[in-house]
């Protein structure tokens, strides 16, 4: 019994949700499992290969904006193929749409077909950790570039490479719009001040203080406005390649260091100085940050509250915190100090499912079909968390507070029911509950599910026990 | 359209011969009070300098330049409120509000927060204190349970939530329940007594199933239209919900609405542009909202605040970034309107609140209180302790109600 419940933690918990068969194979040894799947770095989303990079992308929008640039420049030139015009015509977001929602699939596909779900659990957790909004139309055809790219190829390595590919990705420049980010002292600041064009020209120091409040630090990591505006100024000149007029070098859609928009001079920040020229001020500063003490402690706790409890012991957080700092960031002890903590093996289930968590889970519990084309999007919208759209830089939020509303749960009830009606009689809940709730399954929802008036309402009894809404 | 998924007799059928029960007690006495109050969160720091433009003040133009609002009268031009200031030209009902002596700005008000954080900020905002994460419950939510009771044994007066969760403003424990439209099928009556037979014994469950049935029975009485897709559209469909709730005799008393997208640090526009649409689409819910309140209307009292302001000058991105001061409206036809509240500090280089944000001179806590003091009735020993714990240093401003 002891098993069939660590294994039901290891599988939900941890993982996404059991499918039929897997809590056998992980009811011997969940810590094990858990373990294992550490090793033999990042899979890559299945079916990458037919999803253009964010380079390709990027670059093929700037093709388009010039396109419609032209067209409105002179009237139609007779040159111009019909095609060319109408694309114009629709615009990026046309262009961007159909891609958001390719990658949205994938990224279904791959939670719910996973044989390391442990490992897709942490991809969405840091892609939160570094969220991007899709409600900036601006990231809509890159974020799961951003994740593919910036997120899922780090999550087993270090922290501050994971950092460092999520802050140079032209995603977050965009998002947080450092990309245009220009020092006041700059040459490009001296030389539009000397022919009067200066407007529009200056610091944005959106991503700094977003990188401090949230990607490392923490907000009670001891900064103030003026290291928030030095630090800004550090950053300036990282932007992306290509681009018109004063942004025309570097290679379109890359990241690109334009010294011409760098403020120069050393900057102060945490009451270190950082003298360094160029590309290397910034780099030696979001490099100190990714080691300092506030940052390990800040990454500690959020990961505890993820796995662990919406308020979790101190004591795991300081395991976590140290088990961090000791390895320099390698983010795999930080995993195995969170494993070992007692306090996330232990019941009831302290973990509210997130709607992606749930959908994720009914999924994976039930064998659902994921052919659609917009069966995880559509999903994720009806229950209120649509990918990739947590409206802000924070992500989205970690608590049952957030999650456990009245109408949210109504929805959930009602997609369940939806699940039931389409699935029938062709599954077994009564078979399906044990094999993926194991040592969970209460004894109250089992006979529900034993006396249930059809298998469609079986199902829907399954989907909605309390045992089901949480990890 | 929306589904009408649960009719009275249905909902009381379900909910009688169940271990259920809803927090949530929206039928009231005939002795209760009928005022009215929504509360908009504005989330993303509202830049109240482009929304309620200081156009008279000396410094404004400079400090904006490409994206200052332009003067009332102009092409584009800002809506004349007084001498000194204007209404965004996107804001074209609220506008009509000022005339009817329906809306009060308030300018320059501020939370006691200084610090920049979004999220802290709006944690502030939203406890009632004065630091971030002081409570783990909001201030619109024990405002209600100090309200005056309806009748004896009541379980006090309810508040409703326009979405799927309750922001912390409605968390505590005063029933509080959320709703929003639902575009999935119906649930027949056996299976969802099923459901609720499992949740019996689940704290947290059982009640808020309980709630969204409650929740839901109110919202088949009134006339939940499902609204049209697009920009325009943003608020209107809930804001609609909003008002049917309210208008209904047997509704909940206070509901509250979250937004976000108001974090303009790039391309914020001026009299057109990024910002502008948005507040357009807010004009229009909030017109939406007026409408469906009708004859409550003239019971209503509206507000809406942001966590903080923006910087006074504009970036190096054609936005703003973070800053302090901002604006908050209160608007509503009990509303004693048509007036500036405000202790305008200028936005000459010195009077910015460290050299770059519009300085705070009224507490947002202040209309607050006076809004629930005049209007809801909520007393003013539990407004100092319980509402805004130890705030019995921030005065509720007077006379914001009509008498």
Known sequence: MADSVAAAIATNRFGLGARPGELANVAPDPRGWLLAQLSGGSPPVPGAAALEGSEAILARAAVLREEMRDRKRATADPRDSEEKLRRAAQGIGAYYRPLYVAEVQARFRAAVASDRPLVERLVQFWANHFAVSVDKAAVLGVAGAFEREAIRPHVLGRFEDLLFAVERHPAMLLYLDNFQSVGPGSVLARRATASRRRHGLGLNENLAREILELHTLGVDGGYTQADVTSFARMITGWSIGGGRGRLAEGEPGRFAFRVNLHEPGAQQLLGRRYAQAGYGQGEAALRDLARHPATARHLAQKLARHFIADDPPAAAVEQIATAFERHEGELIPVYRAIIDAPEAWETPLAKYKTPADYIHSAYRGLELPTDGQRAGLTASELLGQRTWSPGSPAGWPDSAADWDGASALLKRIEWADAVGARLGDRRDAQRTAPAILGGMLSKKVSQAIARAASGAQAVTLLLTAPEFMRR | ?403
């Not at chain 2, 993303?44 to 332009?70: F, H, K, M, N, W």
Request: glycine share 10%; proline share 6%.
């Open chain 2, 1 to 403: 359209m929306n589904h009408i998924r649960i009719d009275r007799r249905r909902f009381l059928a379900v909910a009688a011969t169940l271990p259920l029960v809803s927090r949530v007690a929206f039928a009231r006495a005939a002795s209760v009070p009928d005022a009215r109050f929504v509360f908009i969160l504005l989330r993303g720091a509202l830049d109240g300098l482009a929304t309620v433009p200081p156009c008279g003040d000396p410094s404004y133009a400079g400090l904006r330049r490409e994206i200052a609002i332009p003067r009332p009268g102009e092409p584009n031009g800002a809506l004349a409120l007084d001498t000194t200031f204007a209404l965004h030209p996107g804001l074209p009902f609220l506008h009509e509000c000022w005339r009817a002596k329906a809306l009060l700005v308030a300018h320059a008000v501020a939370t006691p927060y200084r610090e920049r954080s979004h999220f802290d900020g709006q944690d502030v905002l939203e406890n009632g204190g004065v630091r971030p994460n002081a409570f783990a419950s909001g201030w619109l939510n024990r405002a209600l349970t100090a309200l005056p009771q309806g009748r004896p044994g009541s379980h006090g007066e309810t508040g409703i939530a326009l979405g799927q969760n309750l922001p912390l403003t409605m968390r505590g424990p005063a029933p509080v329940a959320s709703w929003s439209p639902s575009r999935l099928p119906a649930i027949d009556d056996d299976t969802l007594t099923r459901i609720a037979d499992l949740y019996a014994r689940d704290p947290v469950l059982s009640v808020r199933l309980a709630d969204a049935l409650a929740a839901d029975e109110v919202a088949q009485g009134a006339s939940m239209e499902t609204a049209p897709r697009g920009g325009g559209a943003r608020y209107l469909e809930t804001l609609r919900a909003a008002g049917s709730f309210l208008a209904r005799e047997e509704g909940p008393q206070v509901a509250m609405l979250d937004t976000t997208g108001w974090d303009t640090h790039a391309n914020e526009g001026g009299a057109q542009g990024q910002l502008a649409t948005r507040l357009g689409a807010l004009d229009t819910g909030l017109r939406a909202l007026k409408e469906a309140l009708g004859a409550a209307w003239s019971r209503s009292v509206v507000v809406l605040a942001t966590e903080f302001g923006r910087t006074a000058a504009v970036n190096g991105t054609r936005g703003t970034d973070h800053g302090t001061a901002t604006v908050a409206f209160v608007l509503g036809g009990a509303v004693e309107g048509g007036r500036m509240l405000t202790d305008w500090p200028g936005l000459s280089r010195g009077a910015l609140y460290q050299q770059r944000d519009l300085a705070p001179t009224l507490d947002l806590r202040s209309v607050l209180k006076g809004v629930l003091h005049d209007h809801l009735r909520v007393s003013s020993a539990a407004l100092d302790s319980d509402v805004f714990p130890d705030s019995s240093m921030v005065r509720p401003a007077k006379d914001l109600i009509r008498a």
